[in-house]
């Protein structure tokens, strides 16, 4: 085992009355899991002569892996890039809640902001390991102040900053210290942002371009120094234009380095991206999309004026605005809306299958798992719920891409389908689950069911 003698010793755990994917088809099958890694039952019993230490009943439910939000700005009257006295008090409270909209994991995302809010409220933001008691938190996403002020959305133009002489000396002196941050957008047309890239790089930490009016040989050099995401794609950024695409191109640019891969955040609302753009981006760089909500504070508050980070926000209806302006400010849906919705523009257009198959209600690309290198996991990941089948086999659905993993989402009940809502397809284009050796974070127990949060092997 990779986790070494400690993990060895660790309990071992079996899942029984369980469904789970292999070849493509649910399987009612047990899944064996020791120190939060998925085992192989015989490599178990004839090497080591071991049997569970414990059996957990999982009362026919489908194991699966929970969302991953790595851009959200708070929710729940929390804003994460207000300098309270007690912030920790604040994102505790966010991950518990989000909980019940399937995210297990996130990067609590702080706006532009003076420095002084930066070293009063990173440090109170450490890593730390998801559970019952709420999502876990993989890190922090700096997002500004080193951007564009043309396309700065509903970040503070007084607050905008650009590199000096000394550029990564500056990124310290701005942010006081790095120690909690996993993710930082910045605009790659900056003097001076690619020794920035390569010295946030060599941290490790993921380097994201955005709010930014770079053109693509600009986008395409960030890359070469390191970067290795988009934040939400379409969104801040130049509108693609065929003789210059800007940062969209790197969607499908050929001047990436050997290996290099490079994922997309996207907004999936029904507000921030319309569903053709959804359609256009998933079909050209499948692999590379990564949900996000952008939600800001008043996600679950209702209508009226709430913060976010130095400025008002007014929301109305479905919609968030910095108040007394038409400039969208982040999102107020939570992440299993977005799946939902992204279903709804992508797979749902696709042609439905003959009618024996079981039903698919709510199929999507779910966020990713951030690896240790930088970028958000190397593959992405399909995420879905279907109803109980009459039978668990049927061949995949034509059409539907199959990247590396494909997973289905969990029996949650904030995950059921909406009343009435629209058409169900007929199967999925999906691949195994549970290869051995994958990554088990922690787990999540709902009321109707058992959550698994899988991360890259």
């Known amino acids: 085992m990779r986790g070494g003698q400690g993990e060895a010793l660790a309990p071992v755990i079996q899942f029984t009355n369980c469904r789970i994917l292999r070849g493509r088809v649910l399987l009612r099958e047990d899944l064996w899991v020791r120190g939060g890694r998925i085992l192989d039952p015989e490599k178990l019993f004839f090497e080591e002569r071991r049997v569970a230490d414990e059996q957990r009943d999982c009362g026919g439910c489908i194991l699966a892996p929970g969302f991953i939000d790595v851009q959200i700005n708070g929710g729940f009257g929390v804003d994460f890039s207000q300098a309270t006295e007690d912030v920790g008090s604040g994102v505790a409270l966010v991950a518990r809640r989000i909980l019940s909209h399937g995210v297990t994991s996130f990067c ?3 706006v532009t902001s003076p420095p002084e809010v930066y070293r009063k409220v990173l440090p109170q933001i450490p890593v730390k390991s998801g559970g019952p008691h709420g999502a876990g938190v993989l890190g922090v996403h700096l997002e500004g102040p080193f951007i564009s002020r043309e396309k700065r959305g509903a970040h503070p133009e007084a607050h905008l900053r650009s590199f000096e002489a000394n550029a990564f ?15 930082v957008t910045l605009a790659p047309e900056l003097g001076r942002s690619h020794e920035v890239i390569q010295a946030l790089t060599a941290l490790g930490i993921c380097v994201s371009l955005g709010h930014s009016v770079a053109d693509l040989g600009t986008a395409e050099e960030a890359v070469q120094s390191g970067a290795t ?3 939400h794609l379409f969104n801040a950024m130049l509108p693609f234009h065929h003789r210059d695409p800007g940062i969209v191109g790197l969607l499908t640019s050929d001047q990436l380095p050997p290996g290099r891969h490079i994922f997309y955040g996207m907004i999936a609302d029904g507000i921030h991206t319309n569903p053709a753009a959804l359609r256009i981006a998933q079909r050209a760089h499948p692999e590379g999309l990564v949900l996000v909500t952008d939600a800001v504070p008043a996600l679950g508050l209702g209508n009226g004026r709430h913060t976010l980070g130095q400025q008002e926000v007014e929301v109305n209806g479905l919609t968030a605005y910095v108040a007394g302006t038409n400039t969208l400010s982040g999102s107020i849906a939570p992440m299993d809306t977005c799946v939902r919705h992204f279903l709804r523009a992508t797979v749902a257009a696709l042609p439905l299958l003959p009618s024996h198959r079981s039903p698919l209600t709510q199929t999507s690309w779910c966020s990713m798992t951030l690896s240790t290198s930088g970028p958000p996991t190397s593959r992405a990941s399909w995420c879905g719920r279907r109803r109980r089948p009459d039978s668990d086999q049927g061949p995949p659905l034509e059409g539907v891409p199959s990247p590396c993993w494909t997973l289905l989402a969990g029996s949650s009940r904030s995950w059921s389908p909406e009343s009435g809502g629209g058409r169900g397809l007929e199967a999925a284009a999906w691949i195994n689950v549970c290869p051995v ?17 899988l991360s890259s092997p």
């Open 108 to 110: 609590p995302t702080l």
């Open 169 to 183: 000396q500056d990124v310290l002196a701005t942010y006081g210290g790095l120690d909690n941050v996993r993710i």
């Open 229 to 231: 995401f988009i934040t």
């Open 437 to 453: 050796g994958t990554r088990l974070v922690s787990e999540f127990c709902f009321k109707e069911g058992l959550l698994l949060f």
